[in-house]
């Protein structure tokens, strides 16, 4: 635990956010965990205006200081944080990073591993297989993240029915609810453990 005695939470995404502001939301005026710092690398991305609108510190990341670089390591080390989060999260995390947080950082997936995952598999990508696929169940995984797509140990699985006229928008909205339910309270049950 950092020094200010909270847990500090940093959420990484790449997009609109939605997962991001659950978070945000579980977190508020939490006596233990808080939601320090929202890590994009992308500037149109929506959660950075859910940071600002929040009031959460936002780091905009550029990708060979991630990727091959630092992987700004000592920034999320000064400013105390001690979980990452991803939440729609598209640059694959660099060696340098999950060997500085070992088993402390973790990702959600709009499928149910260790199908539809990899490169290239993320949002509307992943729906579309889905249901190219005929499959009739989908669902969400929460899982450590390691230095591959999409393969650390799952934590939590949740699943959904997929029905005749499903599109991956109707898919995608479902997953979202999954996501929403459960995703800030496995990682509130993981962290306080
Ligand atoms: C979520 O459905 C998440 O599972 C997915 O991106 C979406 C982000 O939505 N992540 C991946 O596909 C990672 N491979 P949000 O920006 O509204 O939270």
Same mark, same amino acid.
């Given at each position: 635990?950092?020094?200010?005695?909270?847990?500090?939470?940093?959420?990484?995404?790449?997009?609109?956010?939605?997962?991001?502001?659950?978070?945000?939301?579980?977190?508020?005026?939490?006596?233990?965990?808080?939601?320090?710092?929202?890590?994009?690398?992308?500037?149109?991305?929506?959660?950075?205006?859910?940071?600002?609108?929040?009031?959460? +510190?936002?780091?905009?990341?550029?990708?060979?200081?991630?990727?091959?670089?630092?992987?700004?390591?000592?920034?999320?080390?000064?400013?105390?944080? +001690?979980?990452?989060?991803?939440?729609?999260?598209?640059?694959?995390?660099?060696?340098?990073?999950?060997?500085? #947080?070992?088993?402390?950082?973790?990702?959600?997936?709009?499928?149910?591993?260790?199908? #539809?995952?990899?490169?290239?598999?993320?949002?509307?990508?992943?729906?579309?297989?889905?249901?190219?696929?005929?499959?009739?169940?989908?669902?969400?995984?929460?899982?450590?993240? +390691?230095?591959? #797509?999409?393969?650390?140990?799952?934590?939590?699985?949740?699943?959904?029915?997929?029905?005749?006229?499903?599109?991956?928008?109707?898919?995608?909205?479902?997953?979202?609810?999954?996501?929403?339910?459960? #995703?800030?309270?496995?990682?509130?049950?993981?962290?306080?453990?």
């Amino acid at each position: 635990m950092s020094s200010n005695s909270y847990i500090n939470l940093a959420i990484f995404a790449s997009g609109k956010g939605s997962n991001a502001q659950e978070i945000i939301t579980r977190f508020k005026g939490h006596p233990k965990i808080r939601v320090a710092l929202i890590v994009s690398n992308k500037p149109e991305a929506g959660v950075l205006g859910i940071a600002q609108g929040e009031g959460i +510190d936002a780091l905009l990341i550029e990708r060979e200081r991630f990727l091959k670089g630092d992987g700004y390591v000592p920034v999320l080390k000064k400013k105390g944080i +001690d979980w990452i989060i991803l939440a729609g999260f598209l640059w694959k995390v660099p060696a340098s990073l999950i060997q500085a #947080y070992p088993g402390r950082i973790i990702n959600i997936h709009p499928a149910l591993l260790p199908n #539809y995952g990899g490169k290239g598999m993320y949002g509307h990508f992943v729906h579309e297989a889905v249901i190219k696929a005929g499959e009739t169940e989908s669902g969400i995984t929460i899982h450590f993240v +390691d230095e591959h #797509y999409d393969h650390g140990q799952t934590i939590f699985q949740a699943t959904c029915a997929v029905e005749p006229g499903d599109t991956p928008d109707t898919l995608a909205g479902k997953i979202h609810i999954l996501e929403h339910r459960h #995703y800030p309270e496995v990682i509130e049950r993981l962290i306080s453990q």
